[in-house]
């Protein structure tokens, strides 16, 4: 495996880049505004003419132990013996998320896939459908990564993009195959739940309407007080534990955005009824701590791995808590791998990974997960 990587920003490459390099998968991550220009991504494919283009807007993008923003972060990865196979489609061409990632899923050949790694819109597209539809359609064995687009703390408009397509509401995905192929995958938040459980007795999908018979935002609000007047942003700081019924794992709950007319919340992922919700907080310790224990277990999670690129998609809570010293997590992660793994990656408003205790993928928040790739 063959790996070039090069930041674009304030108009220049800080690495020049190559001419018709052989790479069949280019990662870029960032700005909105060069991948729209029709001469930046025309200067992506002299560069790199048999490459699969993905990536999309970010809450900062990852390259190496930095991290970057209004940049086009890109890595570029040639195989030796592996192949990738990319499918798309906009969200707004199906009934739901779940139609959706069905209909992409059945373009790619099931004969030898691996693992797939997904990019989806962070905002028109339903996290916890996408990720219901991946585990319902993925052939047996095969695992899933990925992410949501981020708008840094804005929460007002994510962007995807694969090749030629630069679109809202777009989700790519990527088929990797090949018997020298080897992932690794691992995820950790390190925020702890604190106060009364509490029940969800009235949801729409991903909108929180009631809990504890009460309205979801008005409670919300009483919690956050002073910084009730910063939502949706200030609510990356107290995300909430959503524990299913029947199931003891608990997932990151972040929100997206509030309706004061009908005192509700939209989440990143679904928030079914009957279902307990808690607070959560964390502070510097514990979400480090929580970034090097995902870097172990993506390396236990396959004794074959050597690795030799990690993808890092992180939360924006994560960034906000963290402020300056937010590039520790990525320095322990970076001690934790062989120095010659290259690292890519981004800040995001949902990240997916299997979930360990129960074996099947999870859309989480406010979660730090790591995909690992090598080839023999």
Known sequence: MK???SVYQNQHWHSPLPQSAKAQWLLAFGDHNAMSSDDFRQELKSAFPQAQIIG?????EIQGNLIFDNSICLTAVEFSSSNIHVVSDAIGNYKNSDDLISHLLCQLPDDGLKHVFIISDGQLVNGSELVDGLQRHLPEGVTATGGLAGDGDKFEQTTVWHNDRVENGLVVVAGFYGDNLNIGHGNLGGWHPFGPKRIITKSQANVLLEIDNQPALDLYKNFLGEF???LPASALLYPLALQLEGESEQLVRTI???DEESKSMVFAGNMPEGSSCQLMQSNYEDLIDGAQMAA????SSNE???P???ILISCVGRRLVLGQRVEEELEIIEDTFPSNCAFSGFYS???ISPIKAIGRCGLHNQTMTITLFSEN
Do not use: M, N, V
């Open 308 to 310: 030799e690129l990690a």
């Open 3 to 5: 790996i070039f990587q």
């Open 228 to 230: 009730a007047d910063g």
């Open 256 to 258: 997206l955005s509030i």
């Open 296 to 299: 172990k277990q993506a390396l």
């Open 304 to 306: 074959q791995i050597h």
């Open 56 to 60: 999309c807007t970010t809450s900062g």
């Open 349 to 351: 408003y949902g990240e």
